[in-house]
């Protein structure tokens, strides 16, 4: 299990004073109010930052950090991920799991069949979709319900689904 999670990415500077604007990767992005750290990881080293004031415009978040206040200061870190500690994560409620921890997980059919590894999920609205990278190469979504996805087993690294008719056809 990644022990570090993301939360947003920062997308650019917003104005001079050092703010920037976040597009959130959480669910709930009113959880950056609660927030008082974050680590940045700049591809070569991870920085703690502490979140002085959060601010929301439209679908982003409006962050500004202590000790960054100028634009120079912050400009270099546009596209860089914004991760909390797991300890930092919100409490998740039964059948929820957070996607870093899904990647990665063999998919296994209800009878038995391999199909492939968990590569990546979408987040649609209605439901999520994971998305199956399959021994052959090809991709299978995969609706994240109840009659599709029959066990998260975390432990075990394994997924055990049904694959719904019309599924292999797409």
Known sequence: MEDMLRVG????PHGVRGEVKVFPTTDDAARFK?????VLDTGKETISLEIEHVK????????????????NDIEKYRSKDLLIRREQAVELEEDE???ADL????VVTDAGEALGTVKDAMETGA?????????????????A????ILDVNLDEGRM???????????
């Open 56 to 71: 929301f415009f439209k679908n982003m978040v409006i962050l500004k950090f202590k000790g960054y206040d100028n634009i």
């Open 9 to 12: 990415v920062i997308t650019s």
């Open 160 to 170: 055990t689904v049904h694959v719904l008719d019309g599924l292999m056809d797409l």
């Open 127 to 143: 439901n999520d979709v994971y998305i199956v990278e399959m021994k052959d190469g090809r991709e299978l979504l995969l609706p």
């Open 103 to 106: 990647i990665g997980l063999a």
């Open 145 to 148: 319900i109840g009659d599709c």
């Open 97 to 99: 799991y957070f996607i």
């Open 34 to 38: 609660t927030l008082k750290q974050v």
